[in-house]
């Protein structure tokens, strides 16, 4: 059972906009800042927004994260099919001695 | 444009030590203040953090798996290591290693007490190998 909670699966048609959700707590998302990650089917994943909405140098700005107290989202517009993938969300928790903890992942379909 | 690549045994038995290395390579292991982290896929879940070594040896490690974890770091070759003792099946899982990035902001709540928030991401991964622990 991952700490963080994200739905198992998400789906949408080219060029829709798709938001993948990550629901945490106070001592986690609701204190510290998310990232999320991008895993093509057989790759190692890659770094898609960090500092809750940040994009690296590389990532489309097709791709968007957002934070509102103890939950997350990312946003993905313009959809293409080379975007299905497992899409994870990862904070610290700092209950306990702390930690790093992820969401289960969602994967996205695109229809 | 750094690149991490693990290896190590794909297959341990039951009870003994899982060992990993992770060697980097397109940059300086020692160019900033990375957390060279390690982070595991277990079957059908989701990711789960293992722990951290910076360049100078001290570690953290995930308070779940810390009485069986221990790290170490070789800068002279540009790699870091990890060891999991006693392990079980429950350990089967891909394990990737990453370049850790970390930051801390700060604010004062209404109290004037200070809070901290945490950054600490993976900007590079590893593919990730298979570990099987069967007899």
């Known amino acids: 059972q991952s700490v963080l909670t994200q739905p198992p699966s998400a789906s949408g048609t080219p060029g829709q906009r798709v938001t993948i959700s990550c629901s945490g707590s106070?001592?986690?998302?609701?204190?510290?800042?998310v990232s999320w990650y991008q895993q093509l089917p057989g790759t190692a994943p890659k770094l898609l927004i960090y500092r809750d909405s940040q994009r690296p140098s590389g990532v489309p700005d097709r791709f968007s994260g957002s934070k509102s107290g103890t939950s997350a989202s990312l946003a993905i517009s313009g959809l293409r099919s080379e975007d299905e993938a497992d899409y994870f969300c990862?904070?610290?928790?700092?209950?306990?001695?702390?930690?790093?903890?992820f969401g289960g992942g969602t994967k996205l379909t695109v229809l | 444009q750094v690149q991490l690549q693990e290896s190590g045994p794909g297959l341990v038995k039951p009870s003994q030590t899982l060992s990993l290395t992770c060697t980097v390579s397109g940059d300086s292991f020692n160019s900033g203040p990375y957390r060279w982290s390690w982070i595991r896929q277990l079957p059908g879940k989701g990711l789960e953090w293992i722990g951290y070594?910076?360049?100078?040896?001290?570690?953290y490690y995930n308070p779940s798996l810390k009485s069986r974890l221990s790290m170490s770091v070789d800068t002279s070759k540009n790699q870091f290591s990890l060891r999991l003792t006693s392990v079980t099946a429950a350990d089967t899982a891909v394990y990737h290693c990453?370049?850790?990035?970390?930051?801390?902001?700060?604010?004062?709540?209404?109290?004037?007490?200070?809070?901290?928030?945490?950054?600490?991401?993976?900007?590079?991964w590893s593919q990730g190998t298979l570990v099987t622990v069967s007899s």
């Open positions: 106070s001592s986690n998302i609701g204190r510290h800042y």
């Open positions: 990862a904070a610290w928790d700092g209950s306990l001695t702390g930690r790093e903890v």
């Open positions: 990453a370049r850790g990035r970390h930051a801390a902001d700060h604010y004062y709540d209404n109290s004037g007490a200070v809070i901290d928030i945490f950054l600490y991401y993976f900007d590079s």
């Open positions: 070594i910076y360049n100078n040896g001290s570690t």
